[in-house]
Antibody, heavy 120, light 113 residues
Framework: QVQLVQSGAEVKKPGASVKVSCKAS????????IHWVRQAPGQGLEWIGI????????NFALNLQDRVTMTRDTSTSTVYMELNSLRSEDTAVYYC?????????????WGQGTLVTISS | DIVMTQSPDSLAVSLGERATIKCKSS????????????LSWYQQKPGQPPKLLIY???TRESGVPDRFAGSGSGTDFTLTISSLQAEDVAIYYC?????????FGQGTKVEIK
């Protein structure tokens, strides 16, 4: 079955960068887009962006597009989300999720989440 | 961006009773060419990632109990839990996937009365 395993929690200072990984298994890595979604403490869900593992192309939320990068490594079936110029409001749990089976923009299987804390 | 608004923010229901959650989109998320509403529902329990319950507004994901039912079309949607169980205590989110960016409702917290 589809499994997404994310890297561990991170603590970063304001202005730094963070890179979170998401290792996929249980399916053909290049056959499904992967999304990133974040959730600030006690808050709702916010879409960050999507990457196509087949060719590495990505699309981002407008409010984050200047600070976020998504890459993939097909040899290890892993996607990465890097967020730069971190601010306190970036403190959140970051999730990766596969695209829906029948449409691109819903979320089928989810990783366990990675807590990123921004603190001076 | 399409704004998704859920109501209520929270509700408390007795075990075995019905729970009803509403979700309204700021514009229609019905695509006439394929007769589908681009609406999904998720369940999130504390400390866990969201879990897909329903897509196409009313299609249950494999393995989801049939006490969960989605309905509605256009801009107004409903998630109904027909007979609330203890394990259904969670926050429920609706989400539109009609257009980019995909957007979520603010969530509805379901508790036991």
């Amino acid at each position: 079955q589809v499994q997404l395993v994310q890297s561990g929690a991170e603590v970063k200072k304001p202005g730094a960068s963070v890179k979170v990984s998401c290792k996929a298994s249980g399916y053909t890595f290049t056959s499904h887009h992967i999304h990133w979604v974040r959730q600030a403490p006690g808050q709702g869900l916010e879409w960050i962006g999507i990457i196509n593992p087949r060719d590495g192309t990505a699309n981002f939320a407008l409010n984050l597009q200047d600070r976020v990068t998504m890459t993939r490594d097909t040899s290890t079936s892993t996607v990465y989300m890097e967020l730069n110029s971190l601010r306190s409001e970036d403190t959140a749990v970051y999730y990766c999720a596969t695209e829906g089976r029948y449409a691109l923009l819903y979320f089928d299987s989810w990783g366990q989440g990675t807590l990123v804390t921004i603190s001076s | 961006d399409i704004v998704m608004t859920q109501s209520p923010d929270s509700l408390a229901v007795s075990l075995g009773e019905r729970a009803t959650i509403k979700c309204k989109s700021s514009q229609s998320i019905f695509y006439s060419s394929n007769n589908n509403n681009y609406l999904s529902w998720y369940q999130q329990k504390p400390g866990q990632p969201p879990k897909l319950l329903i897509y196409w507004a009313s299609t249950r994901e494999s393995g989801v109990p049939d006490r969960f039912a989605g309905s509605g079309s256009g801009t107004d949607f409903t998630l109904t839990i027909s007979s609330l169980q203890a394990e259904d205590v969670a926050i429920y989110y609706c989400q539109q996937y009609y257009s980019t960016p995909p957007t979520f409702g603010q969530g509805t917290k379901v508790e036991i009365k």
